[in-house]
């Protein structure tokens, strides 16, 4: 979505001036006046600012940090607004790479105020959303639900055959609600960050392009059926002992503002009293879920990212079943890589490597100074890295790292930080229950088996065949787009003119050249492959030096690739 620069846009942007009313209300009701005098009066008729609450006046500028005043008073201002801006704060208060610790803080106090709804209302959902009357699916429905949140209510209910299940329902309305409230929070934001240079590295639109999006699928039922089925193919794949239980969908019940799935009934994680009897039993247990996570991760780049205790539960079977899986983390191979170097790069203390992973990751606007990072990176977590794995606490040092970074105004992706805060809340749950494993402990061997085989022959394979490639790409591309690009300086008539009498020749003899390295590193990349195939299968064994057949051919080819490289670049 564009900025938004004036009136006009605004108010065909933003669906309801009336919400943009209420909020310039509240927001100068609890302390944020200045704010709304200098980016949003002018776009309201005939604002009347509101007397300050005297809630909002009990943390003043004069005794608090900024962070701490403005993290109080948006507090306020979000739980009053509603379903949107209660959860853009809880996103706010995981961003530990863009926000201080006392803006946290009060984030993470945001409470979810929800307003009971008729059942009678959302049976008309349930129908409206099935197509049928309930009757004609259900045995019986319960009116009081189990579970409320701000966007939808969780009920049991009992299929007509005999299955118990539970249906999660969309909030009526809830739709429009959030659609209204994002492009005002979009605005608000662009405002924000346009009032100071102090606020633009407050990163809320940064965030808010994250919170956008997994808004959008939270609001589609689908999109978290789709999610579930996913994380239970992955699983299985690695789950030998079968320890974990991933609810049954409902698929044929299942649309955008309804989801049916199996009842879990067991013991939540987050319920300490009745799951302390069970701690001996979960001990091992839990460790071998956390495997089979950190496998799924690093193998697949798929994973649940909202690993919190009560989305943990024990079944009387002694299985550990998982539910909500709204919230999805999904990495690239070379974003895992990436990952992968880095926690290496922290058990090996290897700080100058640890940083330049990460600002081969992070966001940042002008290049930071290096040399300082790697200082203030080793002085923040060096004394905290135990001589073994299992002293290293992976919440704190990750955080330490995390702050350092937003210190020197680098960010985190938010795909990256979806990672770190499903681990960092993984290892919560397990201090939670008072049981010691450590995340580095298990990362450790899964880490060192695939470093292992990214050396292995068919990795080299497959890399230098893309490294071929690009190459191959590069040397065609380049020259075309210099060329553009010194025509379209010279046709704008730029102050600097560029004579570029005579420049082609070296940009030839420089493309020749790359294509020549591309033909030789494909050359390499064939005479391994067939190598690779000399100690396999006793297989198309040919008559000369009894060698596999394929491997004569791929080292003719490899000779061949070496050859015609050769004669293209004496040409």
């Not at 319920?271 to 690093?298: G, N, P, Y």
């Not at 899964?446 to 990795?459: P, R």
Request: glycine share 6%; aromatic share 12%.
């Amino acid at each position: 979505m564009g900025l938004i620069t004036t009136s006009f846009k605004i108010t065909k942007t933003i669906r309801n001036i009336s919400r943009l009313r209420e909020i310039a209300t509240v927001f100068a009701k609890n302390g944020l006046d200045e704010f709304v005098s200098q980016n949003v009066i002018n776009i309201i008729p005939n604002f009347v600012f509101p007397r300050k609450s005297e809630e909002s006046q009990k943390v003043s500028v004069h005794d608090n940090s900024w962070g701490d005043v403005m993290g109080y008073r948006l507090r306020l201002c979000f739980e009053e607004l509603g379903p949107a801006f209660v959860k853009f704060g809880q996103l706010l208060s995981t961003r530990e790479d863009i926000f201080d610790e006392d803006f946290i803080k009060h984030m993470k106090k945001l409470r979810d105020e929800v307003k009971p709804i008729q059942f009678s209302e959302i049976k008309k959902n349930v129908e409206a959303s099935l197509g049928k009357k309930i009757e004609q699916i259900f045995n019986n429905v319960e009116e009081q639900p189990i579970g409320t949140a701000s966007i939808g209510l969780v009920y049991r209910a009992e299929l007509l055959t005999g299955e118990k299940v539970v249906l999660k329902v969309k909030r009526p309305g809830i739709d429009r609600i959030i659609q209204t409230d994002l492009s005002i929070l979009i605005f608000l934001a662009t405002q924000t960050e346009r009032a100071a240079d102090d606020f633009k590295f407050l990163g809320f639109s940064k965030v808010l392009e994250d919170f956008s999006f997994s808004l959008q699928s939270e609001l589609n039922f689908n999109v978290e059926a789709l999610n579930c089925e996913k994380l239970k193919k992955i699983i299985a794949k690695y789950d030998s002992s079968e320890i974990f239980h991933l609810p049954k969908i409902y698929k044929d019940f299942t649309c955008h503002d309804l989801l049916v799935m199996e009842l879990i009934e067991g013991i939540p994680f987050s319920d300490s009293t009745r799951i302390s009897e069970h701690i001996a039993e979960l001990d091992s247990k839990l460790d071998e879920c956390v495997k089979i996570f950190m496998r799924c991760f690093l193998n697949e780049g798929f994973f649940h990212a909202d690993l919190h205790g009560g989305n943990f539960f024990y079944l009387p079977n002694g299985k550990i079943a998982l539910i909500d899986f709204g919230l999805v983390g999904n990495l690239s191979k070379n974003a895992r890589q990436n990952f992968i170097a880095i926690i290496y790069a922290i058990l090996t203390q290897n700080f100058e490597n640890l940083v330049y992973e990460f600002l081969d990751v992070a966001i940042y606007e002008t290049v930071p100074d290096v040399d300082k990072l790697i200082i203030d990176i080793k002085n923040a977590i060096g004394p905290q890295i135990g001589l073994t794995v299992q002293q290293t606490n992976f919440s704190l040092i990750i955080s330490s790292i995390i702050t350092t970074l937003r210190e020197h105004h680098i960010f985190l992706p938010s795909e990256w930080f979806v990672v770190f805060r499903a681990l960092i809340t993984l290892d919560g749950v397990g201090q939670s229950l008072d049981l010691d494993f450590d995340i580095f402990n298990l990362l450790e061997g899964d880490i060192n088996d695939i470093i292992k085989d990214s050396f292995s022959t068919d990795s080299f394979i497959e890399d230098g065949m893309w490294i071929a490639k690009d190459v191959l790409s590069a040397s065609r591309i380049v020259p075309r787009h210099l060329k553009w690009f010194l025509k379209e300086f010279a046709k704008n008539n730029y102050a600097v003119k560029i004579r570029h009498k005579g420049i082609w020749k070296p940009i030839s003899s420089l493309a020749s050249s790359v294509r020549l390295l591309s033909f030789y590193i494909l050359g390499g990349v064939l005479f391994f492959a067939g190598k690779s195939f000399v100690s396999g299968p006793d297989l198309y064994r040919g008559a000369l030096l009894d060698y596999p057949t394929i491997t004569l051919i791929l080292w003719l080819l490899s000779l061949g690739a070496l050859g015609y490289g050769t004669l293209k670049h004496r040409k």
